[in-house]
């Protein structure tokens, strides 16, 4: 693995924090093409930084961003990788409200703040099959294709708590061996 520069890794969450839309997954998603494409994090790493992230509370982007940062570049890695990836995002943010509010009342104005909300479910549907379909190769897709429908399943039809889901795709994942 190469090890990058600190600026290296703050252009990087940077750019993606400028221009990554629908949340985090979409964000995680671009970050893990652009570490594997850079040879930055092995997939081993990449999943222990994603999967911790998934556990703990709050908003998970920013776990991931500090366990990515962290292995790439230490404590500075991880305060440059948060910093980056969220001083843009809020500043959009306070922008878009603001302009919201001043348009809010006209139906151009609500027919786009709709089709933004549509952009985004679409892009978070895209980065959910990105990141399944790297975990898929020949011959080796039933595993990771059977685990996220079975956790859609059991968040979405029988009710359970994202942690209760992650606890049954871990056991099932650690039963179920690859050959």
Known sequence: MAQPRLTGVTRLFFRVGVTVFGGGDP????????????????????????????????????AFCVAAGWYLRGLPGALAAVLAITIPASVLVVWLTRAYDLTA?????????????AAAVGTMLGAALLLVRTQCSRGRWLRPIVIAAGAFVLAYVVKLSPLQVIGVAAIVGF?????
Do not use: H, M
Not at 175 to 179: D, G, L, Y
């Open 27 to 62: 964000t995680i998603a671009i970050l893990q093409r652009e570490f594997y494409k850079r040879d930055w994090l092995s997939p081993e790493k990449f999943g222990i930084a994603f999967g911790l992230a998934r556990l703990t509370p709050g908003t998970n982007v920013l």
């Open 105 to 117: 009342r006209y139906p151009l104005a609500q027919s786009i703040a709709n089709a933004l909300v």
């Open 175 to 179: 039963f179920w061996a690859e050959s």
